[in-house]
């Protein structure tokens, strides 16, 4: 009996190991087989000379490959990030394969309204034009924290960090039109479960809650595309995007077998940065999206939404609870 219990005890771990192995190949699979069947590419061979492109998280990731694709076109470009270390590196990178040396790191951490307010505060007064925005940063499968505004963190910084950047910045958008919005949300915002006056909240407890937490972020950057296309004159494109399911570095913490499995996955199913960078350079540039306003973009074409976003009442009532939570009038 107690070898029998002992032989169990040593079996179960794998069995549940390999279920949840299954698993995530099967739902990989079918992200990959049914959300992104083809791989969207922007065509696009506009040249940028003269303008100036704001791309934050653009030291990593697909925030990376945007900011390298966008200089490579001649524009000058701001990295807007946390990590000083990892811009520079980005910079080197970026000069080094483009050739472009008007590239520049600007300090922003989006879960400090107070860094916010000094990015935007030094950009209006350094800078006479933006061209092109892209609210590329984001976060997520964080541990349910209050930044020191008080702000759930990942609503924070998917979405009222960049709600109160892109305010703040809107003057200089205006007066260098024609220019465009970026605004980079995920699939799944179809998920999200909002309740306005919680916005600011913890989306619930444990994972289910920190998955709809993200989700909420998500919708809430579709809405403010739609508030944004209703409110800025003609001239000033906005956008919002599904990038695709990107491989990046977030299963590393994972056991060494997970891990490996994982990341097998990724090289077979997934995009590199560069490829799920597609889209947002393809709204940053494209002739094919002028004066194309409030949609919602996936694969570089226009793709179905949360039609919770079409609900203009929600839309206004996001927008002033937003506007009260940063602090603007």
């Known amino acids: 009996m107690a070898l029998a219990i002992g032989y169990y005890l040593m079996i179960t771990p794998l069995v549940l190991l390999?279920?949840?192995?299954?698993?995530a190949a099967a739902t990989a699979l079918y992200v990959k087989l049914k959300l992104e069947p083809v791989k969207g590419v922007c065509t696009s061979k506009v040249r940028l000379d003269g303008k100036i492109a704001l791309v934050t998280g653009g030291n990593q990731g697909i925030g990376l490959e945007t900011a390298r694709d966008l200089g490579a076109r001649g524009a000058r470009v701001l990295i807007a990030c946390r990590d000083a270390k990892k811009a520079a590196a980005a910079i080197a990178d970026i000069a080094a394969t483009t050739g472009n040396n008007l590239v520049e790191y600007r300090p922003l951490d989006l879960?400090?309204?107070s860094s916010v307010r000094?990015?935007?505060e030094d950009f209006n007064s350094s800078y006479d034009r933006l061209d092109i925005l892209?609210?590329?940063?984001?976060?997520g499968g964080l541990k349910p924290r209050l930044t020191e505004d008080g702000i759930d963190e990942v609503m924070q910084v998917n979405y009222f960090g960049a709600f109160l950047l892109m305010n703040l910045l809107l003057d200089k958008l205006i007066a260098s039109k024609p220019s465009r919005i970026v605004i980079v949300s995920s699939w799944f915002h179809?998920?999200?479960?909002l309740r306005v006056e919680d916005l600011h909240k913890f989306g619930g407890i444990g994972y289910f809650g920190q998955f709809f937490t993200y989700a909420n972020s998500k919708l809430c950057d579709v809405?403010?595309?739609?508030?944004?296309?209703?409110?800025?004159?003609e001239g000033v494109t906005v956008n919002s995007l599904h990038p695709g399911v990107v491989k990046t570095d977030i299963f590393q913490t994972l056991p060494f077998v997970v891990c490996k499995t994982m990341n097998l996955l990724c090289d077979v199913l997934y995009k590199t940065p560069k490829e799920g960078a597609q889209t947002q350079i393809y709204l940053s540039v494209s002739e094919e999206v002028e004066g194309v306003r409030g949609k919602y973009f996936m694969e570089c074409k226009e793709a179905e939404y949360n039609r919770q976003a079409d609900d203009d009442e929600l839309v206004e009532q996001v927008w002033h609870k937003s506007l009260k939570v940063t602090g603007l009038s």
């Open 134 to 139: 892209v609210n590329n940063a984001g976060c």
């Open 111 to 113: 879960a400090r309204f």
């Open 18 to 23: 390999l279920t949840v192995l299954l698993l």
């Open 223 to 233: 809405l403010l595309t739609k508030a944004l296309a209703k409110r800025l004159p």
């Open 190 to 193: 179809l998920f999200a479960r």
């Open 118 to 120: 000094q990015f935007a």
